[in-house]
């Protein structure tokens, strides 16, 4: 699939525009963090890391803001949940690229905060559930630290601040991404 297919597929799942969307996205092509170059069938074809990418400039409330919220949340790294066996060098953009490749049975929803700051994933690890939080804040990893009991509690204040995609959605970008593997567009 290459960026102009997943915009179409994002606005078909976000109720957004074509356009809105693709202004939102415009941002990691100029940055070189998704491929582009050519159109048509030499198009470059996105693996499940560029997807996540482009699904976290989703989350921003307002489209100037897309670029700089996916930049600040593809870096947020795992809070380290007691029992899980996950490390706490996880980051956010490859716990969704592992949704992209494994769907909803593996990652059941996905939270992430419109200033890209907090995400939370639900996801199967080693066939318990669990739903994991990342951060960037020293301070929030430090007060969780202290009181595990608290984990489920972080980000409590963001309800209705969030971009969520659920397991449907999670599961229409991995078949986008198998079909072009089937196809033979995928590089690896």
Known sequence: MNSRELEGLLAALSGYPPGEVDKRIRPLREKSLIPHGPRGPYAFQLEPIHAALCVLCMAARRTVDAASVAVRAMDLQLIPRPGCPLGPKMALTVALATAFVAGSEVVRQ???????????????VEGEKYRLAFTDSEKVRRAVARRP????????????????????????????????????????
């Open 149 to 188: 009991d608290t984990y489920d509690a972080v980000g409590a204040g963001w309800c209705g601040h969030v971009f969520t995609m659920r397991s449907a959605a999670i599961d229409q970008v991995m078949l986008a991404l198998k079909e072009d593997e089937r196809a033979g567009y995928a590089d690896g």
């Open 110 to 124: 996905v939270d992430v905060a419109s200033d890209g700051s907090m995400a939370w994933i639900e996801m199967i």
